[in-house]
């Protein structure tokens, strides 16, 4: 049984290293770790606040590189509707100018037609005007008084013209 219960003795030394020891403790290392668990405790509470910083940093470069996408999406968006509103203006002055150039050929197409047909018109009236003068010297050379006469001539004409 002196195992289980101590003597009154040892119980007493042992209160009396007990205290010693915690007088010990108190002067030389509660000091310490007291200090080295408010330093860590410090240092934790300044990488909360550091982590607490850096998220609220990240969110506002966050936002503000929503805003800064948003801002080029809409000049992205301007400056592909001016090139849209380019092209359409310049293709339809190319097609103003193509009009305008088809419709000075065409006139000028139709002058020279013109032009050609006054000339042939008038190259035919020439020639009609000669083949007359020409019948009309033949007929007054020659007096024809029967209609036999007046057949055999104007078949003679007739051998006599040279059509192209």
């Known amino acids: ?4 219960i101590p003597g009154s ?20 290392a509660w000091k310490p770790i007291l200090s080295a668990l408010e330093e860590r405790e410090s240092a934790i509470e300044g990488a909360l606040k550091a982590a607490e910083n850096a998220r609220n940093e990240m969110a506002n470069l966050k936002a503000e590189n929503e805003k800064l996408l948003q801002e ?13 509103e380019t ?9 103003e100018e193509a009009s305008a150039a088809g419709a000075k050929m065409i006139e000028d197409a139709k002058a020279v037609i ?32 029967t209609e036999k006469e007046q ?7 007739v051998k006599d013209l040279k059509l192209n």
């Open 72 to 84: 080029a999406r809409l000049e992205r968006d301007q400056i592909l509707k001016s090139a849209n």
């Open 151 to 157: 057949k055999e001539l104007v078949e003679e004409f």
């Open 9 to 28: 003795g040892l119980i007493i030394w042992q209160i009396i290293g007990f205290g010693i020891l915690l007088i010990i403790l108190g002067k030389f």
């Open 114 to 145: 013109e032009t050609e047909k006054k000339a042939a018109l008038s190259e035919v009236k020439n020639q009609v005007a000669s083949l007359a003068l020409d019948v009309t010297e033949k007929l007054l050379r020659k007096n024809l008084d």
């Open 87 to 95: 092209s359409a203006k310049l293709i339809e002055q190319a097609k």
């Open 1 to 4: 049984m002196d195992l289980i």
